[in-house]
C-alpha cells in the first residue's frame, strides 16, 4: 500500500499485531485512582448473546497489496458481516423506530442522563438491553472527543483541548435486528483518554482496555500522519486482544476535497485489514429554530450509520461467541 504527495511513492507499514485472547464481558470498573467523567446514565443492562445469564426488559465498520496481517493460528474477532445484515439500516427513520427514538429525545433534543437515569419506555413496548464497553484511540487532533459528543447530541468543542485523564460519555441506541425483528437497546460506554495522560500514566491504557468490547481508531482526513499510524494503534491498543471488535472511523470528511488520505489508500488498508471504515463529518450539529439549541433527531440521523455500524458488529461477534453462528474469524492462512 502507498501513498503519493506529488512526490512520489512510499510504501506504508501495515505492522502485523501481535495474538492475544479476550473474554466476552462489561460493565468494566476503572483502574485505581483513574477519575471518570459520565455524560449519561449507567444503566442496568439485559446481557447480549455470549454474555453472563440474566436479563431485564427496560429501555436501553495503485499500490500492491501486502499479505493478511493475521498469521494462521492466531484467534480474531469474527468476520465483520455485510452492512445491514445484522442491523436494519433506516429503522430508525420509519414511525416504529421514532416511537423508539422519542425515549431519547425530549422535544427534538437528545436528553443527558443523569448517573442514575436511563431511557424508559411504556411497558407495552419496553424492551431488553445490551451494553457494551468501548475505547476511542487515536493520535492527539484527530477529533476523538468531538466525535464522542456527536453521537451523545454533545455540542461539538469549536477549539482542540487535549482530553485530561479518562472521559465516559454512555450513548443508548434502539436497533431492530435483521433476523428476528427484534428490537434492542444498546448502550455503549464510550472510553476516551488523551494522549498525553495515556503517555504519562502507565496505568491509563490497561484501565481503557480492560473489559473492553471493541476499539474505535480514528485517524482525521486531514491529518496523513494519523492515518500511517494506525497499525502503529492497532498493535499497540488492540495487539493483544483480537478478540476484541476493531473499527476504523475517518473523521473530517466534510473536508474530503482537501484530504490528505486519498480512496486508494483507504481500500488498500481495507484489503489488507479487513475492518470496517466509517466516515464522519466534524462540522457543528444542525439547529433547532431558535438557533442555538442542537436539532436531537437531525444529530440522530447525521450518526445513525456510526451507531448502526457498532451495534452490527457488536451483535455479531457476541452471537459468534455464544455459538449461534459459525465461527468464521477474519484470519487468513498464510
Known sequence: MKKNHGRGWKALPWVSPPGGSRGLSSGASPAPGVSLTTASAHAP??????RAAGSEAECE?????LPSPYPSGRPAMARPPAPGSVIVPDWHESAEGKEYLACILRKNRRRVFGLLERPVLPPPVAIDTASYKIFVSGK?????TALVAKLAGLEVPVIHHETTGIQTTVVFWPAKLQASDRVVMFRFEFWDCGESALKKFDHM?????????????????????????LPGQLARVAGEAPGVVRMVIGSKFDQY??????????????????????????VPG??????????????????AHVLNGLAEQLWHQDQVAAGVLPNTSENTPS
Open 205 to 229: 491504557l490497561p484501565a481503557c482496555k480492560e473489559k473492553t468490547d471493541a476499539f474505535l481508531f480514528l485517524f482525521s482526513f486531514t491529518d496523513r500522519a494519523s492515518f500511517e499510524d
Open 61 to 65: 465498520p495503485g499500490g500492491s497489496i
Open 140 to 144: 492527539s487532533g484527530v477529533g476523538k
Open 45 to 50: 443492562q439485559t446481557p447480549a448473546p455470549g
Open 286 to 303: 444542525r439547529r433547532l429554530a431558535d438557533g442555538r439549541t442542537l436539532d436531537g433527531r437531525a444529530g440522530l440521523v447525521d450518526i
Open 257 to 282: 476535497m482537501h484530504t490528505d488520505v486519498p480512496e486508494r489508500d483507504l481500500t488498500a488498508f481495507r484489503q489488507a485489514w479487513g475492518l470496517p471504515l466509517l466516515r464522519v463529518k466534524s
